[in-house]
């Protein structure tokens, strides 16, 4: 099975800063990857898709990069809605997907 | 407006089956293109992937859960139903049913509400 290793497992920031989350997979998964925003007590969202392609209706400061092993997620300007659990997801085995550990983004 | 909502019981005790059902309105489970996905996820852990169904009845399932899961559908009802057997405590976890908006990319555009199970004696 495809391991995806997300760090950090957590960090903390103040509102305009710029966010990079990372996620790392086993195996290539070319662009096979996506992101959610999880608030607590919700359903994850989803933020991107094929690694870098944004969700209809997901702020343009969302943004994702990133093929083969290694990917990015960034927030270039955090806002206070954007406090919450970040997941990363692979779908590119055909044994099914993973995800990541998840990166707790929290209020400096 | 695409919905889902899951249903089943909130408490289950060691051994027994669960079984949960996902109702979904706002798009057909005979969609060529579109799927439903059970995901849980533990108090305060990580999301887990449990299985998924397409329209043409294909399915897909945990590899390591998939000798204690069964997905399907009841497009009349607009349904997907997941059975667990022999469930343990460490299955407590709020379980989720998910949309899959394109058969060639297993991604979850639209989450049901989530039901948290907890399983005790």
């Known amino acids: 099975a495809i391991r995806i290793t997300q760090s950090p497992s957590s960090l903390s920031a103040s509102t305009g800063d710029r966010v990079t989350i990372t996620c790392r997979a086993s195996?290539?998964?070319?662009?096979?990857l996506a992101w959610y925003q999880q608030k607590p007590g919700k359903a994850p969202k989803l933020l991107i898709y094929a690694a870098s392609t944004l969700q209809s209706g997901v702020p343009s400061r969302f943004s994702g990069s990133g093929s083969g092993t290694d990917f990015t997620l960034t927030i270039s300007c955090l806002q206070s809605e954007d406090f919450a659990t970040y997941y990363c997801q692979q779908y590119y085995s055909p044994d099914g997907v993973t995800f990541g550990g998840g990166t707790k983004v929290e209020i400096k | 407006q695409v919905t889902l909502k899951e249903s089943g019981p909130v408490l289950v005790k060691p051994t027994e089956t669960l079984t949960l059902t996902c109702t979904v309105s706002?798009?057909?489970?005979?969609?060529?293109?579109?799927?439903v996905s059970w995901i849980r996820q533990p108090p305060g852990k990580a999301l887990e992937w449990l299985a998924h169904?397409?329209?043409?009845?294909?399915?897909s399932y945990s590899t390591s859960l998939k000798s204690r899961l069964t997905i399907s559908k009841d497009t009349s009802k607009s349904q997907v139903v997941l059975t667990m057997t022999n469930m343990d405590p460490v299955d407590t976890a709020t379980y989720y049913c998910?949309?899959?908006?394109?058969?060639?990319?297993?991604?979850?555009?639209?989450w049901g509400q989530g039901t948290l199970v907890t399983v005790s004696s």
């Open positions: 169904i397409f329209s043409n009845d294909e399915k």
């Open positions: 998910a949309r899959i908006p394109r058969h060639t990319a297993t991604t979850f555009d639209y």
């Open positions: 706002g798009f057909s489970l005979s969609n060529a293109r579109m799927g």
């Open positions: 195996q290539g998964i070319s662009s096979y």
